[in-house]
C-alpha cells in the first residue's frame, strides 16, 4: 500500500478536495496538521521547498505538490505511477 500524507489545516477547501478525490480512489493517507502544530509546520516547509500554502502532499515519500498539481497528476497518468511504486 502507498504511503500517502498530507499536510493541511482544518479550514482549507483545497485540503477537503485534495482528501475527497483520494477517498473517490479509494486511498487512504496520514493527515499532517500544520495549524496546530508548529514543529510540523516547519517540517513542511523543509520537504517541499519552503512552500507555505497546504495541502502539501507526498506519495510514497515522492512530492507532489498541493491539490492543482494532484489533480494534474491524477489526469496525466502520473498518480498512478507515483501509488505504484513501493512504498519507503
Partial sequence: MSKIEIYATASCPYCVAAKNLLKAKGLAWNEVRVDTDMEQRQTMLARSGGQRTVPQIF??????????????????????????????
Avoid: C, H, K
Avoid at 71 to 81: K, M, P, Q, T
Fill in 59 to 88: 506519495i510514497n515519500d515522492t512530492y507532489v505538490g498541493g491539490y492543482d498539481e494532484l489533480v494534474a497528476a491524477d489526469r496525466s497518468g502520473r498518480l498512478a505511477e507515483l501509488l505504484a511504486e513501493p512504498a519507503a
